[in-house]
């Protein structure tokens, strides 16, 4: 199957620890980006890579580092988990070649820090 | 940057009926307008989008309308079915280079039986 995927997809940690979460498309595209939607299911966009490039930064705490192998993988890791990092963590790919943008979600990470 | 404002947070329609949601935008340079609907515990999936050349689209029962001028775009869903209820997002992609999506906050639509 063609798709963004993610690996957990859910992710039940206790205060402190440190985790993983890994994407990987196979779409060809170049573009990946990591989102963190809250309890109020808010989408924020939290890094974006374009060919293992980092090109989007937000403000974002720096225990969450990025990483990119290569262009079709974008992994997660979170240092010293937080309560307040418990959401749900969506990768997404998209080409930015041509007209069209659109970005194609993963299914989602469900992080829960207890 | 962007600020994208989406109205209404809730919408509950009857079968059938019609539903409109808005948003607006702050950076007049942004170009690309896409709306996403992601249904209870799925992923968020692109039903339609606009760039900022074209005025409105259309895709069966969805059309996206764009008023640069006022910096705001509108979802009209028609003759709405029980399975059109989701949350819809709007988003507004920056005129600069890194491609940003800034998303609305969302619309939880309920379409009653």
């Known amino acids: 199957d063609t798709a963004v995927s993610q690996t957990p997809k859910y992710l039940v940690t206790q205060m402190g620890n440190d985790k993983s979460i890994k994407c990987e498309q196979n779409?060809?595209?170049?573009?990946m980006y990591w989102y963190k939607q809250d309890s109020k299911k808010f989408l924020k966009i939290m890094f974006s890579?374009?060919?293992?490039?980092?090109?989007i930064n937000e403000t974002v705490p720096n225990r969450f580092s990025p990483k990119s192998p290569d262009k079709a993988h974008l992994n997660l890791h979170i240092n010293s988990l937080e309560l307040g990092d418990s959401a749900v963590y969506f990768c997404?790919?998209?080409?930015?070649?041509?007209?069209?943008?659109?970005?194609?979600f993963g299914p989602g990470t469900r992080l829960t820090v207890l | 940057g962007e600020n994208v404002e989406q109205h209404p947070s809730t919408l509950s329609v009857q079968e059938g009926d019609s539903a409109v949601i808005k948003c607006t935008y702050s950076?007049?340079?942004?170009?690309?307008f896409p709306w996403y609907k992601q249904e209870l515990g799925k992923r968020p999936q692109l039903i339609i989008d606009?760039?900022?050349?074209?005025g409105e689209k259309k895709d069966q029962r969805i059309a996206v309308t764009l008023n640069k001028t006022a910096k705001h775009f509108s979802l009209h869903i028609t003759e709405t079915q029980p399975e059109d209820s989701a949350v819809y997002f709007c988003?507004?992609?920056?005129?600069?280079?890194?491609?940003?999506?800034?998303f609305g906050k969302g619309t939880l639509l309920t379409v009653n039986p």
């Open positions: 997404a790919s998209s080409t930015l070649a041509g007209l069209y943008n659109e970005q194609f």
């Open positions: 779409l060809g595209h170049d573009t």
């Open positions: 890579y374009n060919n293992k490039e980092l090109i």
């Open positions: 950076d007049s340079a942004s170009n690309y």
């Open positions: 606009i760039r900022s050349n074209v």
């Open positions: 988003a507004a992609m920056g005129g600069g280079s890194n491609y940003k999506l800034t």
